[in-house]
């Protein structure tokens, strides 16, 4: 952990998690969900934090998603004193991931939800040949990609996942210790 206080994200995910967002799961059950599907494929800590708090743009105060500033850049933002370049770079670029994925793949497209069609929309839609070929030529750009993907897939009502303590490990190492209050899907699963 760098030398900065800690940041309350098990705070975050009491309150502001527990909201439904626009799909038919909190942002609590979409994270713990998306960070699942991570850890299932293998996906080192650092891909695992971020799958975990990808969203965590959602749990602030954020305003609409826009092209320049989105809840990817927002997150990216929040956590990027306390976490490896790498973390926050993903969290941003989730979004951006999204776009790739819908420029290259017109199929990908009428695969997302309702929620996830209207934010792509408002994110700017379908990227310039240059901005797929920067995005193609990034270090991190193929995890960006799979953290999409799991993003994707995290969206499933009552689907059983560890709960937010089991990432204690994790999230203390990068945001310090953190007030562990009990609740659904908080040290026990939703």
Do not use: N
């Not at 999409?148 to 990432?167: H, Q």
């Amino acid at each position: 952990m760098s030398g900065v206080g800690a940041l309350d994200l098990v705070g975050l995910f009491t309150g502001a998690g527990q909201r439904v967002y626009g799909e038919s799961v909190t942002q609590l059950a979409h994270s713990l969900q998306c960070a699942a599907l991570a850890h299932r494929d293998h996906a080192d800590d650092e891909v695992v934090v971020a799958a975990l708090l990808h969203d965590v743009g959602h749990l602030v105060d954020c305003p609409e998603d826009r092209p320049e500033r989105h809840h990817g850049s927002g997150g990216a933002a929040l956590v990027r004193a306390f976490v490896p370049p790498r973390v926050a770079w993903l969290i941003e670029h989730h979004v951006i991931a999204k776009r790739y994925l819908c420029t290259i793949d017109a199929r990908y497209v009428a695969q997302l939800s309702p929620a996830s069609q209207r934010s792509y929309a408002a994110q700017g839609a379908r990227l310039a040949l240059e901005e797929q070929l920067a995005m193609e030529t990034r270090p991190w750009f193929a995890d960006a990609v799979r953290l999409r993907r799991w993003d994707d897939a995290a969206k499933t009502p009552g689907a059983a996942c560890p709960p937010l303590i089991e990432y204690a490990p994790l999230l203390e190492r990068y945001f310090g210790p953190q007030p562990w209050t009990p609740g659904p899907g908080i040290d026990r699963k939703a």
